[in-house]
């Protein structure tokens, strides 16, 4: 009796809710639909009942963590430039907040309905900010990628980082090069504080940002 009336209680958002929470105990690669149908008390075949397959499951939790991020056009007086840095630092802010967060939206194979109705709605703002289509399509993707790319990459590192102290991998870098801890790399990894972290981010997000003003004000632009 358990069984069928534990399953029968379950809902989509609570299976996605469910989900998340393991994915920042296990990690995307030990989340499993046994896994989560033992979490919830049911076995696995009552999941279906709410998704077709793991892969619905997993777009259904990244779609969860991009709307974590708030989307939505401009606030009233708000410039384009800062809705998007806006943006941009609370999609980041999404990603981090899960194990593999990166990793999980990334590889999503849709996302909901609503989800594409608000970006619609975005991109309908921009257009009316002088932005064509094109123009503001390629530049919520440029900075979606870029966003998706730093995080990854962090979350990668946090996992893999090498042991030691710091010091001990900037002399083991340093080791490689002929100017050794004069060299410029270590020198630029010293006084920036390494490759991550919110200055190297928002360094990034600003020279994505310029460049689109400067294509939107029709700037011409050299070295092509």
């Known amino acids: 009796m358990g069984e069928s009336k534990r399953g029968a209680g379950l809902t989509r958002q609570m299976m996605i809710d469910t989900a998340l929470r393991l994915l920042d105990e296990v990690g995307l690669d030990g989340l499993t639909v ?4 033992s979490e919830l008390g049911v076995q696995s075949p009552a999941l279906y009942w709410h998704l ?3 892969q619905e499951l997993l777009d259904g939790m990244a779609d969860a963590i991009v709307l974590a991020a ?4 401009p606030r009233d007086g708000e ?9 941009a630092r609370a999609y980041r802010d999404s990603l981090l907040a899960h194990r593999d967060g990166a990793r999980l939206v990334a590889n999503a194979a849709s996302l909901s309905p609503a989800t594409v109705r608000m970006f619609d709605e ?4 921009m257009v009316g900010r002088g932005f064509t289509p094109v123009l503001a399509l390629r530049t919520i993707t440029a900075v979606t990628r870029y966003v998706n790319g730093c995080v990854l990459q962090e979350q990668t ?6 042991p030691g102290t710091p010091a001990d991998r900037l002399a083991g870098l340093a080791g490689l090069l002929d100017g050794g ?14 490759s991550f972290g919110e200055d190297a981010f928002e360094h990034g997000l600003r ?8 294509a939107l004000d029709g700037t011409p632009r050299t070295g092509r």
Do not use: C, H, Y
């Open 181 to 194: 801890m004069e060299s410029t790399l270590i020198a630029a990894l010293r006084e920036s504080g390494g």
């Open 70 to 73: 708030g989307m939505g056009p």
């Open 122 to 125: 975005e991109l309908a703002a």
């Open 34 to 37: 046994r896994r989560l149908a």
């Open 207 to 214: 020279a994505l940002i310029d460049g689109t003003a400067a």
């Open 157 to 162: 590192e946090r996992q893999t980082e090498s």
């Open 52 to 54: 077709r397959n793991k």
């Open 79 to 87: 410039s384009w430039q800062d809705w998007l840095a806006r943006r």
